[in-house]
């Protein structure tokens, strides 16, 4: 467990760019069953720092964007993150990792080997084409 003086602005990057923090379960599955959403695990890691977070916010500078952000934390919102990873099988846990679902319906994932070593701009443009695809 990190300490919340210690995560606060890596959820903050996000929450203040229109992600909602999901905290415990919040009964999660029945968040994403309408439209489009788009759930970031976040995490201390580097990559998430570096890659995952800018990634995903430059995302949503396209026509297209889910209609529904969220984002859990891996190592501090536990009750959500499990939650949210039991909507992402058979994908094995990950952190950082980003899940688009359509109508409560996984259809794209970018897992931590996918987000690893890869620069953010190329991380958002996968996102795009996943919003263009779906959204």
Same mark, same amino acid.
């Given at each position: ?6 995560v606060k602005p890596m959820k903050l990057e996000l929450t203040s ?10 009964? /999660?599955?029945? =968040? %994403? ?5 788009? /759930? ?11 890659? !995952?977070?800018?990634?995903? %916010? ?10 529904? =952000? ?6 501090v919102d536990r009750e959500a993150t499990n939650s949210a990873r039991e =909507? ?9 990792? /980003? !899940? =688009? ?13 996918? /987000? ?6 190329? %991380? ?12």
């Open positions: 467990m990190y300490p919340e003086e210690v760019n229109g992600f909602v923090e999901l905290s415990n379960d919040d009964d /999660i599955k029945k =968040l %994403i069953d309408d439209d489009t959403s788009v /759930i970031m695990v976040n995490s201390v890691c580097g990559c998430a720092a570096a890659n !995952a977070r800018p990634g995903v %916010i430059m995302s949503l500078n396209n026509d297209k964007t889910p209609k529904n =952000l969220y984002t859990v934390f891996a190592g =909507l992402m099988f058979p994908f094995p846990p990950s952190s950082p990792c /980003i !899940a =688009l679902f359509k109508n409560g319906e996984l259809v794209h994932m970018l897992e931590r080997h996918h /987000i690893e070593g890869r620069e953010a701009s190329l %991380i958002s443009e996968n996102l795009k084409q996943a919003y263009n695809e779906y959204c």
